[in-house]
């Protein structure tokens, strides 16, 4: 469904990527786990087209999504929830679900959809005509990825939801994200919690210094000394 | 003081609250979307100007007002949108220096156009006699010029917060200035929600160049510089970041213009107002640096 290929991406003279193939199939939850400044938003934000590319090429569903405007590629299906949840503190959480349907021209599969994050998230309900702002910040999480799920993405990208969370309320982020893939979505999980993720995903990548360092089954990884020196100690 | 000189400082104070607000909304509407302040913003309200002085002197004369509002207010949005088409699309991607640069270089550019078209004087625009007619109440005289500012201040602001808050594209519009990479990956075209900024600061600018030429009863090159400095001020005051500061820095400003001018008078030193104004701004922000209306640095509840 979404296929990395020798991606490389530069700010300015640092090199953030260098040459990272990697692919999600239609169905499946894939983890990207790695250490910060690891080059993981990166690969995302380059897949949501929002930064320009040097090398490589990033296709979803056959067709590149470089040179496409960011709003061309939400509405080609993909989805991106960016780390720290940047929603609309000054806006009304109505409004912020509604801004998740902007590429949306059917207005009632789109009120289909507001029910199903209401079922997902009955507490968004409940705000609907307060500031974001005035939010928690694990109920600005589910806000975030209700507002994604509005666009009904078929790829679902989420960076670090987990970020700056109570342990209770990554459970719940957790909970949701294998409810959602029990629903067949699509999930692309970037992560620095790397047991809660080896739990969920399907398949793991681990991402280093801009490179895939390691690849595989979390099966593969958890019994892959290399990968259990530099993660599970200490996590 | 006595009531009714009170009250004529307030009236006075209200209308130029009213005129600055407005100049202040379309310089922070295009700073929260772009994050660009457009020093060449003075010269959409100078076309504007421009504008009335073609109306009046080759098509018709101002007794149809109705047509030269509209046409002040088209040919403002004209150049608003020029600017964005022609002049800052091309550098949207470069640093913010670069753009402050071009709207400079524009300002400049349109300013000089103004002199070798008309010269550096001002010159005269026939509007009748509306800058003249004024209400009396006992004492206290009203402009009628001042009623129509206060009006169309009142009219603008409701239209566009009603705007801003009921329709989608306002809604994304807000969303844009307080998060612009954010509402991209949402789906909104960053093409349309800057194009609508200069659309409604061109609304805006024609409304000045109609109030300012209603004022001084003529257009001049300069004519643009004065409303945008102290519409830049009014947005720095209000805490650059929301429009409700924008408007709050624009009537703060208004009323401390008029009671500058009332205090200084009474020592001979209503030359000096400008450096006053600016004294009082500068004090201001040393103790509250964030300005009157603090927007977007929300803290977020973990």
Do not use: C
Not at chain 1, 164 to 185: H, Y
């Amino acid at each position: 469904m979404l296929a990395i290929e020798n991606l490389v991406v530069r700010y300015g003279s640092i090199l953030a990527l260098r040459g990272i193939s990697l692919e999600v199939n239609e169905g499946e939850v894939v983890g990207v786990i790695g250490p910060n400044g690891a080059g993981k938003s990166t690969m995302l934000m380059a897949s949501a087209a929002a930064i320009p590319v040097a090398e490589g090429d990033i296709r979803f569903e056959g067709e590149t999504v470089l040179k496409e405007r960011p709003e061309k590629v939400v509405e080609r299906g993909i989805s991106l929830v960016p780390e720290g949840r940047h929603i609309f503190h000054r806006l009304t959480v109505g409004e912020n679900l509604e801004l998740g349907a902007t590429t949306r021209t059917d207005a009632a599969a789109v009120e289909e959809d507001r029910a199903r994050v209401f079922e997902l998230f009955p507490i968004l309900k409940e705000y609907l005509g307060t500031p974001a702002g005035k939010l928690s910040g694990g109920e600005q999480q589910m806000l975030a990825i209700g507002r994604a799920l509005l666009a009904r993405p078929r790829l679902l990208m989420l960076d670090e939801p987990s970020l700056g969370l109570a342990p209770v309320v990554i459970d719940r982020v957790f909970e949701t994200l294998e409810q959602l893939r029990k629903t067949g979505m699509t999930i692309l999980l970037v992560e620095q919690h790397a047991e809660r993720t080896l739990d969920l995903a399907d398949r793991v990548y681990v991402l280093r210094t801009g490179s895939i360092e390691l690849a595989g089954t979390p099966e593969d990884l958890a019994g892959n000394p290399q990968f259990e020196k530099a993660f599970l100690g200490f996590v | 003081m006595d009531p009714s000189e009170v009250a004529q400082n307030a009236i006075d104070a209200a209308a130029r609250g009213s005129f600055l607000a407005l100049v202040a909304l379309g310089v922070a509407l295009l700073f929260g979307i772009m994050n660009l302040v457009n020093f060449a913003y003075g010269e959409v309200i100078l076309a504007g100007g421009y504008a009335m002085l073609i109306f009046t002197t080759w098509f018709l004369d101002a007794s149809v007002w109705p047509l030269l509002i509209i046409w002040t207010v088209v040919v403002a949005i004209v150049f608003a949108l020029a600017q964005e088409r022609l002049a800052f699309r091309p550098v949207r991607h470069a640093d913010p220096t670069t753009m402050l640069v071009t709207s400079f270089a524009v300002s400049v550019l349109l300013v000089n156009i103004a002199i070798v078209v008309w010269s550096g004087l001002a010159r005269p625009v026939e509007i009748g006699g509306v800058t003249l007619e004024q209400f009396t109440a006992g004492e206290i005289r009203i402009r009628k010029l001042d009623v129509i500012t206060l009006g169309a201040a009142a009219f603008l602001l409701l239209s566009l917060t009603a705007f801003l808050k009921r329709t989608s594209l306002g809604i994304q519009m807000r969303a844009a200035s307080e998060d612009f990479r954010m509402s991209q990956l949402l789906g909104v075209p960053a093409n349309r929600v800057i194009a609508t900024a200069f659309f409604i600061a061109g609304i805006l600018a024609g409304s000045v160049a109609l109030i300012t030429v209603g004022n001084q009863g003529s257009s001049s090159p300069g004519m643009g510089l004065f409303p945008l400095i102290f519409g830049l001020v009014a947005v720095v005051l209000g805490g650059m970041t929301s429009l409700i500061g924008a408007v709050v820095g624009g009537f703060v400003l208004g009323g401390l213009i008029v009671g500058l001018e009332q205090g200084l008078a009474t020592y001979g030193m209503e030359r000096f107002r400008d450096a006053f104004v600016f004294l009082a701004v500068i004090v201001m922000l040393v103790f509250r640096p964030q300005g009157l209306v603090v927007g977007r640095a929300i803290r977020e509840r973990v």
